[in-house]
């Protein structure tokens, strides 16, 4: 089974997220939307949609979003089956969060690595 299928999403703490958002939007063009962050629409070699996006976002440091973890900032990877890997991560003795999510956003499992960061993966929903 492959694991990792390409990332989904960069996320990161900010002591001043509305500013720090404004800073990216305008010297780097991001299109920062409302909810803090922007999906990048993944395309190939030609410029044509292929059908993935890549979410950046930054979060107020008081969050505790990426608990237990202390790192300010958390990697979401695309994955084809995340129960599956979930169970196989905890099979090989990796601190996995027993908690998996479903919506309509897909299907989200956690493992913390090594270094203490917390590591989401994402299995996209069915078509995308």
Not at 1 to 14: E, L, P, S
Not at 18 to 23: D, E, G, H, K, R
Not at 27 to 36: E, S
Not at 106 to 128: S, T
Request: proline content about 6%; aromatic content about 12%; charged content about 25%.
């Amino acid at each position: 089974m492959k694991r990792v299928t390409g990332i989904g999403g960069i996320f990161f703490k900010a002591k001043d997220a509305p500013t720090l958002q404004a800073w990216y939007k305008r010297h780097l063009g991001i299109d920062v939307q409302v909810w803090g962050g922007a999906a990048f629409s993944w395309a190939d070699e030609r410029g044509n949609p292929t059908g993935g996006t890549t979410i950046w976002s930054v979060g107020d440091a008081s969050a505790d979003t990426f608990a237990p973890s202390t790192a300010p900032f958390m990697i979401n990877y695309r994955v084809a089956d995340a129960r599956a890997l979930h169970r196989m991560l905890k099979d090989e003795g990796c601190n996995v969060l027993d908690k998996i999510d479903e919506s309509e956003y897909g299907i989200f499992a956690w493992v913390i690595d090594p270094e203490g960061n917390k590591v989401e993966l994402w299995q996209p929903p069915p078509g995308q």
